[in-house]
């Protein structure tokens, strides 16, 4: 069987229908972006009233965003509407369907329809928050968890760096992330490469996804963007952030591995982990453990290796590891990660979080992992400004945004002080920054202090 192609249009002729459902890989900012090629193939052949199960839908103008700003998708199934203007304009004026998926949830739908798993699974991610809305509840050794159903879809289009002729795939670095488990749900799966290599040419053993789940290969140039160029500078950031990435350090203890959520503050600890004497390994939800502090020289930028935040990093061995989505999310999910550093929108007094969405019509980011880490990690420490940029205090008795997570914050990390938040009865001020009185805390707090 001839899996290869000449070019996009004929590896997608007899495929393509109006109303499809197209999985499509890659996914975190530009990196391992569903296949340019193959998208531009779907836009000149003019198919509409699409939908993508994809975990963003890229920028404006590259990725499935050229497919939006010509309105041919329907629906988007995503986890994060990112830097897409045109995405988040569409949904909030109602021109576009948007089904929100926490990312670790997204990537297990896709994997549990092509493992054969059509009812799908239980899940603690979502519960208690909009997500939950509508879904099966079942209680499992006394916590509630909600049903996610398997994705299958029509057609999956994916991204590789290497492929030999029968169609077994190598994927480069954090370029894999939703790719493996996009390409395995759907019944046909059409895969763009950067090279196709002889058969026999790959080591068996580095393969990460077997050929029998693809069915068709082109092979093309393509234009590696980066999303959020991240570089080491000379100059610091600003006193306070960093004093809040530092305080937030020293919650961290040899052996643990540790995922620091987004983009901002969090990022910023991997900067004060102890060079000597402290083992500690940072997991990015997109596939990686070990990442190293620091960001890369313009010399070392490599736009296969970012974190979830989409920001260029760097390796660090011998911890240096690259997985899959489902894989990531499956670390979480099962317990294996220690701790999670977010930031937040909102932090209430029992624990509460939101960090996603600010309504009505106002901004809209999507979820991410947030929600598959809240759920799964074993301590969550939020570090944030106390107030937001209009004065008001984002520590409150009740969070007024759709929440993140119920419960699940154990620290709250400000510009003013540390919290230890109570879960029964408030938080508990361990720590206050420098010149920083408890009475000015008290003041800039809603949330009862105990």
């Not at 996603?356 to 759920?375: E, H, N, Q, R, T």
Request: glycine share 12%.
């Amino acid at each position: 069987m001839n899996k290869v192609y000449g070019s996009a249009a004929e590896a997608l002729d007899g495929l393509l229908q109006d109303g499809m459902l197209i999985a499509a890989g890659g996914g975190f900012g530009l990196c391992g972006i569903p296949p340019e090629l193959l998208l531009a193939a779907i836009r000149d052949a003019g198919t509409k009233d699409l939908t993508f199960a994809s975990n963003n839908a890229g920028v404006d103008e590259f990725g499935i965003g050229i497919l939006l700003q010509t309105k041919q998708v329907k629906k988007m199934i995503s986890s994060y509407v990112g830097e897409n203007a045109e995405f988040m304009r569409q949904y909030l004026s109602g021109e576009l369907e948007l089904e929100f998926n926490p990312q670790g949830t997204l990537a297990e739908r896709m994997r549990a329809a092509g493992h054969g798993i059509p009812p799908g699974f239980y899940t603690k991610t979502g519960v208690g928050t909009v997500i939950a809305e509508g879904k099966e509840v079942k209680t499992f050794n006394g916590e509630d968890y909600i049903l996610e159903e398997g994705i299958f879809a029509d057609l999956s289009i994916v991204k590789a760096w290497k492929a030999d002729e029968t169609g077994n795939l190598i994927f480069r670095k954090t370029a894999r992330n939703f790719n493996p488990p996009a390409a395995m749900c759907g019944k046909t799966c059409v895969v763009e490469v950067e090279e196709i290599v002889p058969t026999g040419s790959l080591d068996p053993d580095a393969i990460h996804l077997p050929g029998i789940y693809v069915h068709r290969i082109i092979q093309g140039e393509h234009e590696k963007r980066i999303e959020q160029r991240t570089i080491r500078e000379a100059d610091h950031m600003a006193w306070d952030r960093n004093q809040m990435a530092a305080r937030a350090a020293q919650e961290l203890e040899d052996g643990m591995y540790v995922n620091l959520g987004g983009i901002g503050i969090p990022t910023l600890v991997s900067n004060y982990i102890p060079p000597e004497g402290m083992t500690v390994t940072l997991q990015s939800e997109n596939g990686m453990l070990g990442m190293g502090p620091p960001f890369p020289t313009e010399d070392e930028i490599d736009a296969d290796l970012i974190n979830a935040g989409k920001q260029t990093i760097t390796e660090l061995p011998p911890q240096t590891a690259y997985f899959d989505s489902s894989m990531s999310f499956g670390m979480i999910r099962g317990g294996k990660i220690a701790m999670a550093i977010l930031g937040a929108m909102e932090v209430a007094e029992n624990g509460d979080l939101a960090n996603w969405m600010i309504p009505p019509g106002k901004l809209v980011k999507g979820m991410g992992g947030a929600m598959d880490l809240v759920a799964g990690v074993g301590r969550v420490i939020v570090v944030m400004d106390h107030c937001n940029k209009h004065g008001d205090t984002k520590v409150l008795k009740e969070c007024t945004l759709p929440l993140t997570g119920k419960g699940v914050v154990d620290m709250i990390i400000t510009d003013l002080c540390v919290f230890e938040v109570e879960h029964k009865g408030g938080l508990h001020i361990v720590e206050l920054a420098p010149g920083v009185t408890r009475e000015e805390v008290i003041e800039k707090t809603e949330a009862t202090i105990v």
